[in-house]
């Protein structure tokens, strides 16, 4: 079992910047994939980001390829979504995510977060 906890939301204008953390708490972090997926309303959720286990290897939605970076910091069982040159679209509820398996956190994963908001102003 995992637990998860985001914070770091907030109002921001475009073409800010802002950076998520989801904090972890459960045995050995550092074997589990990781991932960030977002829903804005009326909308399904999205994939966002993810990373592996080792950080060695991270993939990245389309919408926001080139825009966001994802890392973890597996002594501190954290991981990070850094969000930049923030859009108005990018306005939703941000969930940590994570599960054994990098495509099982991509597609499917079994861990959830309660989601923190981010709102970008235009």
């Known amino acids: 079992q995992v637990n998860l906890v985001e914070s770091g939301g907030g109002l921001v204008q475009a073409g800010a910047s802002l950076r998520l953390s989801c904090a972890a708490f459960g045995p050995t972090f550092s074997t589990y994939p990781m991932g960030w997926f977002r829903q804005a309303p009326g909308k399904e959720r999205e994939f966002v980001a993810a990373?592996?286990?080792?950080?060695?290897?991270?993939y990245f939605g389309d919408s926001v390829n080139g825009r966001f970076a994802i890392s973890r910091d597996n002594a501190k069982n954290t991981v990070y979504l850094q969000m930049n040159s923030l859009k108005p679209e990018d306005t939703a509820v941000y969930y940590c995510?994570?599960?054994?398996?990098?495509?099982?956190?991509?597609?499917?994963?079994?861990?959830w977060g309660q989601g923190t908001q981010v709102t970008v102003s235009s």
């Open positions: 990373i592996s286990g080792s950080g060695s290897s991270a």
């Open positions: 995510a994570a599960d054994r398996i990098i495509g099982q956190v991509m597609g499917a994963p079994r861990y």
